[in-house]
């Protein structure tokens, strides 16, 4: 492969290309790397590794409603409580066996431990079942907090409520906590992120060609002076044979 890249440079070296050949080959070096950055970055959320830690589990618990008495005799106290006792055990078993959708959760699984998931998901179908819905997704937008390490994530209810997550990849730890934001919100904010995305690379684009045309010009300054320099010694050199 280099044998063929330096006859490539060779045969338009020929050509009086060359300057032109070096400075296409730095400006796509640059931009093999300035694109290769931004893809490690994201790579990054995907590829930690798992660490063990024990999550830190927020179990939502429903406290059943006791039956009130009335006050038109014990008799009817006694049969309106069971029946709302029963009512609010049937309801809690209801809820507790809601089986709740979280395979829209699973990549979290490409940056995040299986224990801190398992603890996410654990959190998030409690809070599913308090409101009565039976799916949970996580969003595609997500951004780094404080830290590189630090990532935060939202998770989308079926209900249409979303709560974030945020996550330390170094320690493993982890927090999910209530937001007033929607869905179309969280997808407006991704949409910002990929226009800065893109201005910045825009930008990195053109420092890159500013720094190939000011190699080009000092080169060139470079290559005019040793032309004088070697015009010059032939004249003193023809002027020493003349006299």
Not at 22 to 40: A, C, H, K, N, Y
Not at 65 to 74: K, P, V
Not at 187 to 215: C, F, H, S, T
């Amino acid at each position: 492969m280099f044998k063929k890249i330096r006859r490539f440079y060779w045969y338009h070296r020929d050509r009086g290309n060359a300057d032109k050949v070096l400075i296409f080959g730095f400006v796509l070096m640059l931009s093999v790397i300035i694109v290769g950055w931004f893809g490690v970055r994201g790579i990054l959320l995907q590829d930690t590794q798992e660490a063990k830690a024990e999550p830190k589990r927020k179990e939502a618990r429903i406290v059943p409603a006791s039956g009130s008495a009335t006050s038109e005799g014990l008799d009817e106290s006694e049969t309106e409580a069971p029946e709302t006792e029963s009512s609010v055990a049937s309801q809690e078993e209801s809820n507790s066996t809601t089986v709740v959708d979280t395979s829209g959760m699973t990549t979290f699984l490409g940056f995040m431990s299986e224990d801190a998931y398992n603890g996410v998901v654990a959190q998030i179908e409690e809070k599913c079942r308090a409101v009565g819905t039976d799916t949970a997704k996580k969003l595609d937008y997500q951004e780094f907090g404080v830290t590189d390490f630090d990532v935060i994530s939202y998770i989308l209810l079926g209900n249409g409520h979303v709560y974030r997550c945020n996550y330390n990849m170094q320690n493993c730890e982890y927090y999910i906590e209530d937001t007033n934001y929607s869905e179309s919100y969280v997808e407006k904010l991704q949409a910002d992120q990929k226009v800065r995305e893109e201005a910045a690379l825009k930008e990195e684009q053109e420092k890159a060609k500013q720094a190939a045309k000011k190699e080009k010009a000092a080169k060139k300054k470079k290559n005019k002076k040793k032309r004088l320099k070697k015009t010059s010694k032939r004249l003193r050199d023809s002027q020493r044979q003349a006299g």
